[in-house]
């Protein structure tokens, strides 16, 4: 069996996801955004891939094009998890968050 097909036929919590090369060629597959419940744990993996890998591993402008391609619900709910998992991250990340979050109404927050 192929590498391919092996990662197809395992559930999603149990397959590799190559966040570096998503984050390389700046393009999230559409398997990973294809439902809800899919998304959101892309979303989880993400953030604990971004607080996890060296410095340098990736820069914002990258990390801005994967969360520009996700739902508007999944891009707050990256920087939520980022909060709730790295309080002291939303430091390093605070450009980026702030670019996000101005395109938000403010009862989404609420």
Do not use: N, W
């Not at 670019?99 to 989404?108: D, T």
């Amino acid at each position: 069996m192929k590498h391919d097909q092996v990662q197809e036929e395992l559930p999603f919590a149990s397959r590799a996801v190559p966040f570096s090369e998503f984050l390389e060629c700046g393009k999230i597959p559409q398997e990973y955004t294809a439902s809800d419940y899919i998304a959101q744990q892309f979303v989880e993996r993400l953030v604990h891939y971004v607080l996890s890998v060296p410095a340098g591993s990736f820069t914002m402008p990258q990390l801005s094009a994967l969360l520009e391609q996700l739902d508007p619900r999944h891009q707050i709910f990256f920087f939520k998890r980022l909060k709730e998992t790295s309080p002291d991250s939303l430091k390093h990340f605070k450009q980026l968050y702030y670019g996000f979050m101005a395109e938000f109404h403010a009862l989404l927050f609420t």
